[in-house]
């Protein structure tokens, strides 16, 4: 355990020296900084990797990662309705990037963009609860339709070894227990919900009909760079961050003692890159992705205060529909079988996404 944190202190020193020195002349730099850790022990030159959504934010992070570690291909697939080509600027003169402006709520598109591929990271859906319960015929079509054509697509073709795809802490839903352990699981509380559990039921019902391999990864609120503080769904650590760089008082939906576990960007980077390569007992899994300790919005809000030295005082609203309490993983799960091993705490997390933004 000491020897684990003492890794993640030097990479975390490592990353914000290299940060600090090189961000404010090329802000792309900070995520190719961010790629320091390894996370495979594969040699990536000889795959081609398919990830859609790679323009969204957690996406991007991947393809980030993929790139700088020498992958043989990266090919993005994304409709940009929520991402943005900026933040794969960085790699348009890589020849081992090419980008596919496409949806997936076409099976032909699908089928296109897995052509020649090895390995799959889908992370292309709408997220945010209240969209979903705002508009749950989109959030249907691309959430649910377009995960059953990535599966199609994965089903009939002749290069791809495994789809590893983003599930959800939400499919927890009105499960009172804590921490939440991957089989046992409620009802869900919003469409969002519905789609993302729904995603686990087809990817399980695949692979015993036709043998296809996929990995499940239930995030737990992840942040960090490339994540949006604009538009009406963004989330709320770039909405707090957005109003401390605005000096404006952010709103807390309810009392604020709601917990999270929130979950640096490169750990969920890492849990894709190990469930690509992860030993057969992963296959048909979906695994909690998280660092494994929550903490309240009103504490996050302190915790980004004293970071930005900004001190500005919250208002509180009411508490949204469809919201969980609280949420803790369990990550003994995706230790043991994806030998996944978070390495930035929130606190290096949100230290590291400020220098950014
Ligand atoms: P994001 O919105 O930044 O990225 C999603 C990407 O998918 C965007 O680039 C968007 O343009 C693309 N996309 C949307 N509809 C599409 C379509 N029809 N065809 C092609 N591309 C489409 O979101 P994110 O936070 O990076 O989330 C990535 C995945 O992780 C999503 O599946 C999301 O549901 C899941 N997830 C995220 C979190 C989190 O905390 N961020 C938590 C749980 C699950």
């Known amino acids: 355990m000491k020897a684990q944190r003492d890794t993640a202190k030097?990479?975390?020193?490592?990353?914000?020296?290299?940060v600090s020195s090189v961000v404010k002349k090329n802000p792309?730099?900070?995520?190719k900084a961010l790629?320091?850790?390894k996370y495979h022990t594969t040699d990536l030159s000889k795959h081609s990797f398919l990830i859609t959504g790679g323009a969204g934010f957690i996406g991007s992070n991947l393809v980030a990662y993929l790139l700088g570690n020498n992958a043989k291909k990266v090919r993005v697939l994304d409709n940009l309705a929520t991402g943005f080509r900026k933040n794969l600027d960085a790699f348009q003169d890589n020849p081992s990037f090419e980008f596919l402006e496409g949806d997936i709520r076409d099976l032909e598109t699908c089928k296109k963009a897995m052509d020649g591929i090895d390995y799959v990271s889908h992370q292309a859906a709408l997220g945010s609860v209240p969209r979903s319960i705002n508009n749950p015929l989109t959030s249907n079509e691309v959430n649910v339709t377009g995960?059953?054509?990535?599966?199609?697509?994965?089903?009939?073709?002749?290069?791809?070894k495994r789809l590893v795809y983003a599930a959800s802490s939400s499919t927890y839903g009105d499960s009172k227990n804590l921490p939440k352990v991957e089989d046992t699981i409620g009802k869900p509380l919003s469409p969002y919900a519905v789609t993302k559990l729904?995603?686990?039921l087809y990817a399980d019902v695949f692979h015993k009909t036709y043998g296809t391999e996929t990995v499940g990864l239930r995030y737990f609120n992840v942040f960090g760079p490339n994540q949006s503080p604009t538009g009406a769904y963004a989330a709320v650590i770039p909405l707090f961050m957005q109003a401390l760089k605005d000096k404006k008082s952010p709103t807390i939906n309810g009392d604020g003692?709601?917990?999270?576990?929130?979950?640096?960007?490169?750990?969920?980077?890492?849990?894709?890159?190990?469930?690509?390569?992860a030993k057969e007992e992963a296959v048909n899994e979906v695994f909690n992705v998280a660092f494994g300790e929550r903490i309240s919005l009103n504490t996050l809000w302190e915790n980004l205060k004293s970071i930005s030295g900004i001190d500005i005082t919250a208002t509180y609203g009411p508490p949204r529909k469809g919201d969980v309490r609280d949420s803790l993983a369990n990550i003994d799960k995706a230790r043991k079988l994806l030998e996944y091993n978070p390495l930035f705490s929130v606190k290096q997390g949100l230290q590291l996404t400020w220098e950014q933004f």
């Open 10 to 18: 030097i990479l975390v020193t490592f990353v914000k020296n290299s």
């Open 28 to 31: 792309h730099l900070t995520i």
């Open 35 to 37: 790629q320091t850790p």
């Open 147 to 160: 995960f059953l054509n990535m599966l199609v697509a994965q089903k009939e073709s002749e290069s791809v």
């Open 198 to 200: 729904v995603n686990e």
């Open 257 to 277: 003692e709601q917990t999270r576990d929130f979950t640096f960007v490169q750990n969920a980077v890492q849990a894709n890159v190990r469930a690509f390569f």
